[in-house]
């Protein structure tokens, strides 16, 4: 049965290479990081752009624990019990970032769907705390949907990022499968309420090679616009383990340009598209 699971793999292309971190700012951090035990998505979700990001001043924190109540096809955060909400933890990221001195930091989280509030009351407070003692620090808060629920959206806009984002994944076809709790349409409601209730700038990012076709990215790009989202950020899903998803397909960088040219056609702020990137990749140049 091993072997058939090996066999079956599509191989990873040679455009799917990582470039080694170096260079002196991602050293001082990577030091910070292990010093002070920070908690960085960067590092937990592996992420290939780390050298560049973390040389340009950029880095992502994951709040609200890291048990998901979720349990995606794609992710590799871990599903179950949410541990309780941790009060001091705004302060925590707030000093985290004071003390790497992040230029631009991207804030994310695990679904709470087990909050009443869905812990966009800690959001809030996680954005305040780090305009209060990081006051040089541009932000994008990378939100869950909240269940599409406005009065936790709200609370966001209210604390006003630079840039509010909540990733759609992937086409709608293949939402119920990659994104178990999620729905297509609902995602789209809480990028287009964003923009409604006063939000400056928003962003969303789709993975390819799940098994869309081609007329559906074009498709859910189109649809994304149709939400004055600001940005989007297309990239290659990558099997975190075994038990996830697999890679149906490795998109070339040619597709890739394909789809970001469209993006662009349709007056798109800002486009990332091309294999390695990921949500947060660039985020630093996201916020004009």
């Excluded at 189109?222 to 290659?236: F, S, Y």
Aim: hydrophobic share 35%.
């Amino acid at each position: 049965m091993e072997n058939l699971v090996q066999d079956t793999t599509v191989q990873k292309p040679k455009w799917i290479r990582v470039k080694l971190p170096t260079g002196k700012n991602y050293r001082e951090l990577r030091t910070l990081v292990d010093k002070y035990k920070l908690n960085t998505i960067c590092q937990s979700g592996s992420c290939p752009n780390m050298g560049e990001c973390w040389g340009e001043g950029t880095a992502t924190f994951m709040i609200l624990g890291n048990i998901c109540t979720r349990s995606c096809g794609f992710c590799g955060v871990k599903t179950g019990k949410p541990m309780d909400v941790n009060w001091d933890e705004p302060e925590k990221v707030a000093r985290s970032i004071k003390l790497m001195k992040i230029k631009h930091a991207v804030l994310t989280s695990v679904d709470r769907d087990d909050l009443k509030d869905m812990g966009s009351i800690l959001w809030a407070e996680t954005v305040n705390a780090v305009r209060r003692i990081s006051p040089g620090t541009t932000m994008e808060t990378l939100i869950p949907d909240f269940q599409g629920i406005t009065k936790h959206i709200d609370r966001l806009v209210e604390v006003a990022p630079e840039v509010i984002s909540h990733n759609m994944e992937t086409v709608k076809r293949l939402t119920r499968e990659v994104r178990i709790q999620a729905k297509y349409e609902r995602s789209l409601d809480v990028l287009r309420y964003l923009k409604e209730a006063g939000q400056r700038r928003t962003k969303t990012g789709v993975m390819l090679g799940l098994g869309e076709t081609k007329d559906e990215v074009f498709q859910t790009i189109e649809d994304i616009r149709n939400a004055n989202v600001d940005v989007i950020t297309l990239g290659q899903y990558l099997q975190p383990t075994k038990k996830h998803l697999p890679v149906k397909k490795f998109i070339t960088p040619e597709e890739f340009d394909e789809f970001g040219d469209f993006a662009r056609s349709l007056g798109f702020r800002h486009v990332e598209s091309s294999p390695l990137v990921r949500s947060s990749y660039h985020a630093e140049k996201h916020i004009h």
